[in-house]
């Protein structure tokens, strides 16, 4: 007798807040970031047109998901400080959703900018200088294949590759 009146009680308990409407509302996902399964590898840094870090050096590549439905947003996991070599170096980042068979393309800095880009150093300016440190993609919502690739811009020739591994991760995008 003693645990069906408990039992009662906490049903009853339960119940109420449900009659009343307490507690009822529309549930939803808080923002998930995490890193891409690979990380972007770049190299062979040879000097002098080579970068602090070593020879071969990782950039890992956080994306977040659940700030809007169907959107992703890239950033570099770790910023980099500036480097007067980083003036013409990027990311690119290539999605795929794999439910719509949507694709696209975002470049991005990885690196911190001068705080006065008058300085001699920033002489010529260059297109990764005015990138952003993240951006957000419009992938749509469901399964999103990534790809993230290093580029350089020298004078006078069109954007390489630096890229020995591509980064790349797959996504659920709600």
């Not at 439905?69 to 170096?89: C, K, L, S, T, W």
């Not at 580029?151 to 020739?157: G, L, S, T």
């Amino acid at each position: 007798m003693r645990t069906s009146f408990r039992r009662g009680v906490v049903a009853l308990a339960l119940s109420v807040p449900l009659v009343l409407g307490v507690g009822a509302g529309t549930a939803t996902a808080a923002p998930t970031t995490s890193e891409l399964l690979v990380p972007l590898v770049t190299g062979p840094e040879f000097g002098p047109a080579g970068v602090p870090g070593g020879l071969v050096q990782t950039i890992p590549i956080e994306a977040t998901v659940g700030d809007k439905p169907g959107e992703v947003r890239f950033a570099a996991a770790a910023i980099r400080p500036y480097y007067y070599q980083f003036n013409y170096r990027f990311l690119t980042v290539n999605w795929r959703n794999l439910d719509t068979g949507a694709v696209g393309a975002v470049d991005l800095r990885h690196w911190e900018a001068l705080e006065n880009p008058s300085l001699p150093i920033n002489a010529e300016p260059r297109y990764p200088v005015n990138l952003p440190l993240e951006v957000t993609a419009q992938t749509g919502a469901g399964p999103v294949v990534v790809t993230v690739t290093h580029n350089r811009e020298q004078w006078q020739a069109p954007p390489a590759s630096n890229a020995l591994i591509p980064g790349l991760g797959v996504l659920f995008v709600p």
